[in-house]
């Protein structure tokens, strides 16, 4: 019985430490808000990342889509839901997915969390591998764990701009038919 009653213990230590951390957490994602996102991006900010979004839409056939969000709602954090799983819901409620190429990409940031995500709808994952993802993942980490927002969303675009010129240009005297808004999405 001297196992089962240490096992116990540890799990009961275990379940209290997991139900920590989900309190922090939570607590985490609600202490950020609205004003949150205006001091990591100002209006200024916004205005030069819609821009470049717009600039770099006329180079390809692609679209893409900034969400930036300051907490997880309180339904993803009561299941313990991802960022990942975020934002591939916004994913679909942006309608990234419904561009008539099939080669939209979202690029989501969660303040709460620095959390960062990427979602290219299938036409654009077919031709990219998972690895060049993560390098561009990789180099926005360092800019948001440095409190430069908007330095590492102006790179993700800059990145996913290159890949959209490479594998969707726009053949001559062509205009790219702007599907999606230029402008951050903020939550």
Same mark, same amino acid.
């Given at each position: 019985?001297?196992?089962?009653?240490?096992?116990? $213990?540890? %799990? %009961?230590?275990?379940?209290?430490?997991?139900?920590?951390?989900?309190?922090? /957490?939570?607590?985490?994602?609600? @202490?950020?808000?609205?004003? $949150?996102?205006?001091?990591?991006?100002?209006?200024? %900010?916004?205005?030069?990342? &819609?821009?470049? =979004?717009?600039?770099?839409? /006329?180079?390809?056939?692609?679209? !893409?889509?900034?969400?930036?969000?300051?907490? #997880?709602? #309180?339904?993803?954090?009561?299941?313990?839901?991802?960022?990942?799983?975020?934002? =591939?819901?916004?994913?679909?409620?942006?309608?990234? @997915? $419904?561009? &008539?190429?099939?080669?939209?990409?979202?690029?989501?940031?969660?303040? +709460?969390?620095?959390? !960062? &995500?990427? =979602? +290219?709808?299938?036409?654009?994952?077919?031709?990219?591998?998972?690895?060049?993802?993560? &390098?561009?993942?990789?180099?926005?980490?360092? %800019?948001?764990?440095?409190? /430069?927002?908007?330095?590492?969303?102006? $790179?993700?675009?800059?990145? =996913?701009?290159?890949?959209?010129?490479?594998?969707?240009?726009?053949?001559?005297?062509?205009?790219?038919?702007?599907?999606?808004?230029?402008?951050?999405?903020?939550?």
């Amino acid at each position: 019985m001297g196992d089962n009653g240490k096992h116990s $213990d540890h %799990a %009961a230590a275990g379940t209290r430490l997991a139900q920590g951390s989900r309190l922090l /957490r939570l607590l985490r994602h609600r @202490w950020f808000d609205e004003h $949150d996102t205006a001091r990591a991006l100002d209006g200024s %900010a916004l205005a030069r990342l &819609e821009q470049q =979004v717009s600039t770099s839409e /006329r180079r390809h056939s692609g679209e !893409i889509r900034l969400c930036v969000e300051a907490g #997880l709602p #309180l339904s993803y954090l009561w299941r313990g839901a991802s960022a990942r799983e975020r934002a =591939v819901a916004l994913f679909g409620k942006l309608g990234v @997915w $419904d561009t &008539e190429h099939n080669n939209g990409v979202l690029i989501y940031l969660l303040l +709460a969390e620095h959390a !960062i &995500e990427i =979602v +290219a709808d299938r036409g654009v994952a077919r031709r990219v591998p998972q690895a060049h993802w993560d &390098e561009v993942l990789a180099g926005m980490r360092g %800019a948001f764990r440095a409190g /430069r927002f908007e330095q590492g969303l102006h $790179d993700a675009v800059h990145a =996913v701009d290159a890949l959209l010129v490479q594998h969707f240009p726009l053949t001559a005297g062509t205009a790219n038919p702007n599907e999606l808004p230029d402008a951050p999405d903020l939550r």
